[in-house]
C-alpha cells in the first residue's frame, strides 16, 4: 500500500532522514519508536507532504508521490494528526468535526456518526468549545477530525504523549476499534500501547531505519525495545 524508499529529508541542509525503507500493508497498524531526536517526526511529515525529500522515493498503492501537496495527499485519503493536540478552540467539538467532513466531502452526520461510534462521550461535548478539552479529549477529537471521509492512511504523532494512564486505556480502545479498517503509522513512545496494537515496529536512531520486527509474537520480548528507547 504504502512504500518509503530510501527516504533522506530535512531542514534546509540539515538532514534528518538517511535511506529510510518503510512498507504499509493494506489494515496493518504500524508504530515507529526510537529516542526523541530520531527523525519520526520528520518522518510522517515527509509522508504527509509538509517536507520535500532530498531523495529518496515515497509510493501509494504503486504511485509516487513525488510533487503532490498536503492537499492532495489528503484527497487520496492520507490525514496527519500531530503532536501538538491542536484543535480550533473557540469553535464547539460540534463545529470541529463539521469543518473536517467539509473538507472530506463528507456529510457531516456521517462524520458525526464515525466519531462517535469510536467515542460516545463526544456526544456529551457536543456543544462545547474545543479549548476547554483537557489533553486527551482533545487527542481523542483530533483522531475523531482524522477520520472524517473514510481515510486510506492515518499519520499520528505520539497519540498518548503527556496523558494520564486512565485517557491512555480511552485511545488505546479507539485505536483497536480502528484496526483493520484502516493503515496507520504511529510514532509511540508508550512500550505498552506498542506492544499491544502493533502489527509491525520500525526502530529509529540517528534518521535511520536501525530494526524492523515484523513479526507480532517477537513483542513481548521488551527488553529489545527498551535498549532502543
Not at 484527497?75 to 491542536?86: D, H, L, T
Request: net charge positive; charged share 30%; aromatic share 6%.
Amino acid at each position: 500500500m504504502l512504500e518509503v524508499l530510501r527516504l533522506d529529508a530535512g531542514y534546509g541542509p540539515a538532514r534528518v532522514l538517511h535511506e529510510v525503507d518503510l512498507v504499509v500493508r493494506p489494515g496493518e497498524m504500524v508504530f515507529v519508536v526510537g529516542r526523541n531526536g530520531a527523525g519520526k517526526t520528520t518522518l510522517l511529515k515527509t509522508i504527509a507532504g509538509l517536507l520535500a525529500p532530498a531523495a529518496g522515493e515515497i509510493r501509494f498503492e504503486g504511485r509516487s508521490l513525488a510533487g503532490l501537496t498536503p492537499e492532495r495527499r489528503a484527497r487520496m485519503g492520507f490525514r496527519y494528526v500531530n503532536q501538538e493536540k491542536r484543535v480550533f478552540s473557540r469553535l464547539s467539538v460540534r463545529a470541529n468535526i463539521e469543518l473536517a467532513a467539509r473538507g472530506a466531502g463528507e456529510p457531516f452526520d456521517a462524520a458525526w456518526r464515525r466519531a462517535v461510534a469510536l467515542y460516545p462521550k463526544l456526544e456529551e461535548f457536543r456543544a462545547l468549545p474545543a479549548g476547554r478539552l483537557s489533553g486527551g479529549q482533545r487527542e481523542i477529537l483530533l483522531i475523531g477530525r482524522a477520520l472524517a471521509g473514510e481515510p486510506r492512511l492515518l499519520l499520528i504523532d505520539e497519540p498518548t504523549e503527556g496523558l494520564a494512564a486512565i485517557v491512555i486505556e480511552d485511545i488505546l480502545r479507539i485505536l483497536e476499534r480502528m484496526r483493520q479498517s484502516v493503515s496507520a503509522i504511529i510514532v509511540e513512545q508508550n512500550l505498552a500501547v506498542v506492544r499491544r496494537l502493533a502489527d509491525r515496529i520500525y526502530v529509529m536512531k540517528e534518521g535511520r531505519i536501525v530494526h524492523e520486527i515484523a513479526d507480532p509474537r517477537q513483542l513481548a520480548a521488551s527488553e529489545q525495545l527498551e535498549c532502543f528507547l
